[in-house]
């Protein structure tokens, strides 16, 4: 039953699902507008509005979420069953200005409009304040202006409006708040002040300025008044006048007052808590200029200025000598004068670091000078307490120069060749400043003006520069030049090219000499040579010193430990060390040394031999007996006609000592000592059985050989000759 009830409302279900039909839409796009325009005037109602083009399947009901966002941040959202949202803005600000976009979500779809920019043109007017409205000279009024509807960042623009003059405006720049704050100093003169101020914020189109506050107005209280400066008995005097200068001011409370009189930058009087300030002087004419008095309270200073003329009483007085350059011992007359003839008090006087040296109180001075009275000198003229000094006038008193010398600043009066030359010329005596002259043969090379010596430096030194450097000494004494004899250098050439050779070359017998020849191309003499031998150090064997462009060094009785590698270094005052290209040196044997060797070789080979031959000779008499009975006498003619047949060219044919040979099977010997009954057999034949290893088989395999001996006569000097053959048997393996 509970089955049967299933499959009916699973059939019901489907059937259901069948009919059902399902809602599609789709957004078309979404925009946005405002109104009444994108550009609206501060104040003004505003209207951001949003529409979403959206298309259905079929006509059913759809919430929209609407959301509004000013420079990406939201300012209004609503849900509607509309496709159109408002954004209601009563009275637009500038803070409305931005950029504007709308968002719309319906079901899990959502849609972003383009951005609209909106523009609020106009700013509110900023309101200014101050914290005083009555001020004293150096104080600070602080200002406040505000822009109460505005939103950062702001720039703030405060202006200080003074009577006859331009506003001074200040700005601030605010990023976090719509207000600034901006103090002023109250300056001197500064008695009604006005100040305002206005704002401005940065649009897409440029900048935008708000109107300019209410004007504030702060009075100015004096603490004291200017200064007065008056001169008595006027401000037009003559020298030797006396001139008195008073300085006052009016305040209202003298404690912290001070007044300073100056004179240019230099400050001549000062009081302070005081009203008044007095200075007197004796007029000169230096006295003439501009004077300033000048009031000071806290921060506030007051200044008056006044010019004063002094008129000359009487000129500069001048100082005239008869001779400003003179030799020692000399008259010299100093004259001391006032253009006009005007009587006055003279003096004349020598200037020195200590302080000025009174002479003689008199316009007139006569001395007969020395090199001491050099120095400067001046007169001083007093009229009506008034006194003027000259120009100071300098006088040069000359001793005469001595005689120059003319010296190397080396020492020694010679050059290497392509180094510079560099001479002092000297003078013990004379009263500076000395000139003095170098040359070099009759050539002017220099001219320096130096109090007591001179140095020039030659560069151009050549083969032929050996002498003839001189130089002059002049100061300004009437006895004239002086001349220092004249200085010969001699010029170092260096050495260039060493070379060394040997007499016999290469190979050297032992104890023999060898003459060893180091030379140069060039150099001066002398020169400086040295021998050396290479080993694991640089060995000194020879040195010697010689007017010469070479030398010999006679080495006696070389000896094997002699061989080796040698050369030669030179060297001159140039202070340069040329080395040779090394030579090899080998010490043979002497001949006589040779023979000597080779004899000795020879009597030993030859004894050597000998045994040999005499251990040979035994050998062959123990083997020989018991051979020659085996062999038969029917080989024998038939051998020795082969022996005898065959031809000379042979290379199985011998003559002379007879020989044993392996590798070709023959046998040799030599018996010196045969006897008369072997003299007497002309050929004798032997077999004989020889073991012989065969060069392509293991060492163990043996073979058996017939050896025939040949027994020959032959009447060279009764010598006998035996020829051995060694045949391979013809069985052998």
């Known amino acids: 039953m509970y089955l049967a009830l299933l499959v009916i409302f699973l059939q019901c279900s489907e059937l259901y699902a069948q009919g059902k039909v399902y809602e599609v839409f789709t957004f078309n796009g979404v925009k946005i507008k405002v109104e009444p325009s994108d550009k609206v005037k501060n104040g003004a109602p505003m209207s951001i509005i949003c529409h979403a083009d959206i298309s259905k399947n079929t006509d059913f009901q759809l919430k929209h979420n609407f959301t509004f966002f000013k420079d990406g941040k939201l300012v209004f959202m609503t849900i509607s069953d509309k496709e159109d949202a408002r954004y209601e803005i009563p009275v637009a600000k500038s803070a409305d200005t931005g950029d504007y976009e709308c968002r719309v979500k319906a079901g899990d779809k959502l849609v972003i409009s383009k951005p609209i920019y909106v523009w609020v043109a106009g700013m509110t007017k900023p309101i200014l304040t101050a914290d005083k409205k009555e001020v004293s000279e150096g104080e600070i009024v602080k200002l406040r202006c505000e822009l109460p509807e505005e939103v950062p960042p702001l720039e703030f623009y405060f202006r200080k409006i003074k009577t006859n003059s331009e506003p001074i405006a200040k700005r601030v720049a605010e990023q976090n708040q719509n207000f600034s704050e901006m103090e002023y100093y109250v300056e001197a003169g500064d008695n009604i002040l006005q100040f305002d101020c206005f704002g401005k914020r940065q649009v897409k189109s440029g900048w935008e300025s708000s109107q300019h506050s209410n004007k504030t107005l702060v009075t100015v209280k004096e603490p004291f008044r200017k200064p007065t400066l008056i001169t008595t008995p006027s401000n037009n005097l003559t020298e030797g006048d006396i001139i008195e200068f008073q300085c006052s001011t009016v305040a209202a409370e003298m404690r912290g007052i001070e007044i300073i009189f100056q004179k240019n930058r230099t400050i001549l009087n000062s009081v302070r808590d005081k009203k008044l300030l007095k200075y007197s002087t004796l007029a000169t004419q230096e006295d003439s200029g501009e004077y300033l008095c000048k009031v000071e309270q806290g921060a506030v200073s007051k200044t008056t200025k006044l010019n004063v003329f002094v008129s000359e009483l009487f000129p500069r007085p001048t100082l005239s000598a008869s001779m400003t350059q003179l030799d020692e011992n000399k008259d010299l007359i100093l004259n001391c004068s006032i253009n006009g003839s005007r009587r006055a008090n003279f003096s004349i006087l020598r200037k020195s670091s200590s302080g000025d040296i009174l002479l003689k109180k008199s316009r007139i001075l006569a001395i007969k000078v020395n090199v001491n009275d050099t120095g400067s000198y001046t007169c001083k003229a007093e009229v009506k307490g008034i006194i003027k000094e000259s120009k100071p006038v300098r006088i040069s008193v000359y001793a005469p120069v001595s005689k120059p010398t003319l010296s190397v600043v080396s020492g020694s009066p010679e050059v290497v060749l392509g180094k510079p030359l560099q001479l002092i010329c000297h003078s013990v005596m004379g009263t500076p400043p000395i000139t003095f002259t170098f040359y070099k043969g009759d050539e002017i090379k220099k001219n320096v003006t130096n109090d007591t010596y001179a140095t020039f430096l030659d560069e151009d030194i050549g083969l032929n520069d050996n002498g003839g450097y001189k130089c002059d000494a002049r100061n300004n004494h009437s006895s004239g030049v002086k001349t220092s004899n004249i200085l010969n250098v001699t010029v170092i050439v260096p050495i260039r090219g060493a070379s060394l050779g040997s007499v016999p070359y290469g190979e050297v017998e032992v104890g023999s000499d060898t003459a060893f020849l180091c030379s140069v191309e060039e150099g001066s003499w002398p020169i400086h040579f040295k021998f050396f031998k290479k080993t694991d150090h640089e060995e000194l064997l020879h040195e010697a010193r010689e007017y010469s462009d070479r030398t010999i060094w006679h080495k006696k009785t070389m000896k094997r430990r002699d061989t080796g590698t040698y050369y030669c270094m030179a060297s001159n005052r140039?202070?340069?060390?040329?080395?040779?290209?090394?030579?090899?040196?080998?010490?043979?044997?002497?001949?006589?040394?040779?023979?000597?060797?080779?004899?000795?070789?020879?009597?030993?080979?030859?004894?050597?031999?000998?045994?040999?031959?005499?251990?040979?000779?035994?050998?062959?008499?123990?083997?020989?007996?018991?051979?020659?009975?085996?062999?038969?006498?029917?080989?024998?003619?038939?051998?020795?006609?082969?022996?005898?047949?065959?031809?000379?060219?042979?290379?199985?044919?011998?003559?002379?000592?007879?020989?044993?040979?392996?590798?070709?099977?023959?046998?040799?010997?030599?018996?010196?000592?045969?006897?008369?009954?072997?003299?007497?057999?002309?050929?004798?034949?032997?077999?004989?059985?020889?073991?012989?290893?065969?060069?392509?088989?293991?060492?163990?395999?043996?073979?058996?050989?017939?050896?025939y001996s040949e027994i020959r006569k032959t009447n060279n000097d009764s010598m006998e000759n035996r020829h051995s053959r060694i045949y391979g048997h013809p069985d052998a393996t």
């Open 574 to 707: 140039a202070s340069v060390d040329v080395r040779s290209r090394p030579i090899t040196i080998s010490v043979i044997l002497a001949a006589w040394q040779k023979g000597v060797i080779a004899a000795f070789v020879l009597t030993a080979m030859a004894g050597a031999g000998a045994v040999a031959l005499w251990w040979f000779l035994c050998k062959k008499k123990k083997a020989k007996g018991p051979s020659m009975e085996m062999s038969g006498s029917a080989l024998a003619p038939s051998l020795a006609s082969e022996k005898l047949t065959r031809p000379p060219s042979d290379g199985n044919y011998y003559s002379g000592s007879g020989y044993i040979e392996d590798n070709e099977n023959h046998m040799k010997s030599t018996d010196e000592s045969k006897g008369p009954d072997l003299e007497s057999a002309e050929v004798d034949y032997t077999e004989v059985e020889v073991s012989t290893l065969d060069p392509h088989r293991a060492p163990e395999q043996k073979g058996t050989e017939t050896v």
